[in-house]
């Protein structure tokens, strides 16, 4: 999706509106714009600074310290490789060395084309299952590297 500068601005100004005269409201209106945009455009951020009268710094900081929050384009399915100590015993490197290779990607990164985002995860809790990788809510265990291409094409 494209995003056009004015209708970020435009959508982003009605998410603040009802917040205008409210204290509290940094953290629900950030998570409307990213409900919104998928992530957290610069220009939404600025425009909820403007309109606020609240410095650019301190949203950024809320911003950055929730992991919820994302400031760059996700992918439409986000892998998930399990770096815990069973996993990593039974072979999850080479589980996650696959889904690079596969998508071209490194971790923290997504797909020009917003399919995937790499997301690194210290741990899952399937360690029974371990090596475990979730693409968005599906867990996948006891992983192979020849699995992982098969999997990955189920998600368009």
């Not at 917040?19 to 919104?36: D, F, R, T, V």
């Not at 998930?80 to 990593?88: E, I, L, P, Q």
Request: some cysteine.
């Amino acid at each position: 999706m494209s995003l056009n500068t004015t209708e970020v601005i435009a959508r982003t100004s009605e998410i603040v509106s009802p917040w205008k005269s409210k204290h509290g409201g940094l953290i629900p209106i950030l998570q409307s714009i990213q409900g919104e945009f998928g992530y957290l455009p610069t220009e939404a951020l600025k425009t909820v600074s403007k309109d606020l009268k609240i410095p650019e710094a301190e949203i950024y900081g809320v911003a950055t310290f929730y992991a919820q929050f994302h400031l760059n384009p996700r992918g439409r399915h986000v892998v998930r490789v399990c770096r815990g100590t069973a996993c990593h015993v039974r072979g999850s490197q080479k589980i996650l060395d696959m889904v690079k290779e596969i998508t071209g990607i490194n971790e923290n990164e997504t797909t020009k084309d917003l399919r995937f985002t790499i997301e690194p995860v210290a741990c899952l809790g399937a360690c029974g299952l371990a090596p475990v990788m979730m693409v968005d809510d599906q867990t996948f265990g006891r992983l192979e590297p020849s699995k992982v291409r098969e999997i990955l094409e189920k998600f368009e």
